[in-house]
């Protein structure tokens, strides 16, 4: 035999031996790990902080904002003040072209005195009437007359005069005062800008009363506006300031709701410090709303809260135990349950000989990784938050309710 003909021999028979090896592998793998039953993993019920938040976006807006317009028409002549100008209350701000309102005045006022030169004559022609009266030299006619002619000249006199008052009043408004102290943060006309007052008074400035107080109007949801009171704690951050969080306070929950796309919201009201000036009006403001906060509790992951395991690995779950996943609800964010509510309960799993039990607990608040355990665990036992099964369990293969990956 020679040389190549003793390789072939070798490599054939160590193809064959090969073979004979993974036939043998899988059949231990079939036989013995088919059989093998799940593996779980456990968490620690330990004690720890929790803060339960209401999140949500609003905009910044100063406390008091003023529209500063004008109630006349008229030509902006000068501008006093721009954008950023710290104002005062009574500060000159703007001037329109009194020109026409200028002439109108005085035309009232050649008007009334024309008026009241005819009530200096309705005067003595009524006296003189009278006189010529009480001589009976002319009928009681001509005195009535006389004394009718008076009250009209009167009558026109005091129209005049309200006309002067009028064109006057209209000739002060070309003059534009601040009505607060503030700042502008908005300039809508310029110099030589025509404005018409017919039927809605032109805005020409924005003025913000203080900007180092400042609030956010911001939308919370039905199903969140239960757990926000006045006085809560808010924290925020702004685009502007990603990696700083500013402070703030709830100071208003309004209850007219808002309904868009049959979603309804409540506008709440949170007051904000903005001493350092870095918060702008329009800014958009990502809100955590502080409704409820424990120190040194009891609480468990929410995947313990979640675990349910197939049938054939344990008991049913006790009575009254919700069935399916998702995280805990029902949750009293403030602590204090009213009459005629109750704290919610669940079941959770504890490992004993190997096999999960269902353990009836009562919950508290969560802060969506963690929920507070009132009742039924107590700190050190272990609460199973998953479970991995072997390639070819059975009991895998008939449970799984949540889809799990199989090993």
């Known amino acids: 035999m020679t040389n190549t003909t ?45 803060t339960q938040l209401v999140t949500a976006a609003g905009q910044l807006n100063p406390v008091t904002n003023v529209q500063v317009g004008c109630q006349v028409s008229g030509t902006i002549a000068k501008m006093y003040a721009d954008y950023n100008s710290p104002v005062t209350n009574g500060q000159l701000v703007a001037q329109l072209d009194p020109s026409m309102y200028l002439a109108d005045l005085h035309s009232a006022e050649g008007d009334l005195a024309n008026s009241e030169a005819a009530l200096e004559l309705a005067k003595v022609n009524e006296e003189r009437s009278k006189e010529l009266l009480t001589n009976r030299l002319i009928p009681q006619s001509d005195n009535d007359q006389a004394v009718a002619t008076l009250h009209q000249a009167q009558a026109t006199v005091q129209i005049k005069r309200a006309a002067v008052e009028k064109a006057r009043v209209n000739l002060q408004y070309c003059t534009i005062y601040s009505p607060v102290d503030g700042m502008v943060i908005s300039r809508n006309v310029d110099v030589g800008q025509t404005v018409a007052a017919s039927l809605n008074a032109p805005t020409l400035f924005v003025i913000a009363n203080d900007l180092t107080k400042m609030q956010i109007d911001t939308n919370v949801g039905e199903s969140d506006v239960g757990g926000v009171e006045e006085k809560q704690k808010v924290d925020f951050t702004v685009d502007a300031f990603p990696n700083r969080t500013f402070h703030g306070i ?16 409540y506008d709440t009201v949170i007051g904000v410090n903005n001493a350092d000036l870095k918060l702008k009006p329009g800014m958009t403001a990502n809100v955590s709303i502080i409704v409820a906060e424990r120190s040194n509790v009891l609480r468990v992951p929410n995947a313990a809260l979640r675990f349910r395991p197939p049938e054939s690995t344990t008991n049913a779950p006790p009575a009254g135990a919700t069935a399916g996943g998702g995280p805990p609800a029902g ?61 070819g369990s059975t009991s895998a293969q008939a449970n799984n309710p949540f889809g799990m990956r199989r090993f």
Do not use: C, M
């Open 331 to 391: 949750n009293a964010p403030s602590g204090q349950h009213p009459k005629g509510e109750h704290r919610p309960t669940r079941p959770v799993y504890v490992l004993k000989n190997g096999k999960p039990e269902p353990v009836q607990v009562k919950i508290g608040i969560t802060d969506g990784v963690y929920t507070e355990i009132t009742d039924g665990l107590s700190e050190s036992n272990n609460v199973v938050t998953f479970a991995s099964f072997k390639q």
């Open 6 to 50: 003793k390789r072939r021999s070798w490599r054939r028979w160590g193809l064959i031996g090969g073979i004979v090896l993974l036939i043998g592998l899988g059949v231990w793998y079939v036989k013995f790990r088919k059989d093998s039953g799940p593996q779980y993993l456990t968490a620690t019920v330990a004690r720890g902080d929790l």
């Open 250 to 265: 709830v100071v208003q929950v309004r209850n007219s709701p808002t309904n868009v796309q049959n979603v309804v919201s």
